[in-house]
């Protein structure tokens, strides 16, 4: 069993920065990909980030490339998304996900996700 806890989430004015920041527990953390998601309301869960734990590569959605980054911390089993030149259409809460095994089939598919953090609300006021 893994615990994500989310924080860094609040209220920024477009152009502004954040840093979401996911402590994990329960397991080896180093031996999960973790991605980052986000969700508003009606829509389905949207992969944002991803940082995987074979090779650390990381991965974008297309509309966060360039502002976002992901990082990972094993020593402190801690993950981190900077986000930089937020736009109100980053307005969402966002989960921390952490994979059962170290390979996803796609790292932006919620299904290759086993464990959720309580999600963390992000809001860009333009």
């Known amino acids: 069993q893994v615990q994500l806890v989310e924080s860094g989430g609040g209220l920024v004015q477009a152009g502004g920065s954040l840093r979401l920041s996911c402590a994990a527990s329960?397991?080896?953390?180093?031996?999960?990909?973790m991605a980052w998601f986000r969700q508003t309301p009606g829509k389905e869960r949207e992969f944002v980030a991803a940082?995987?734990?074979?090779?650390?590569?990381?991965y974008y959605a297309d509309s966060v490339l360039g502002r976002f980054t992901i990082s990972r911390d094993n020593a402190k089993n801690t993950v981190t998304l900077q986000m930089n030149s937020l736009k109100p259409e980053d307005t969402a809460v966002y989960f921390c996900?952490?994979?059962?095994?170290?390979?996803?089939?796609?790292?932006?598919?919620?299904?290759?996700?086993?464990?959720w953090g309580q999600g963390t609300q992000v809001t860009v006021s333009s």
């Open positions: 996900a952490a994979s059962r095994f170290p390979w996803v089939r796609s790292f932006g598919n919620v299904d290759d996700y086993a464990y």
């Open positions: 329960g397991r080896t953390f180093s031996s999960s990909t």
């Open positions: 940082i995987s734990a074979t090779d650390g590569r990381t």
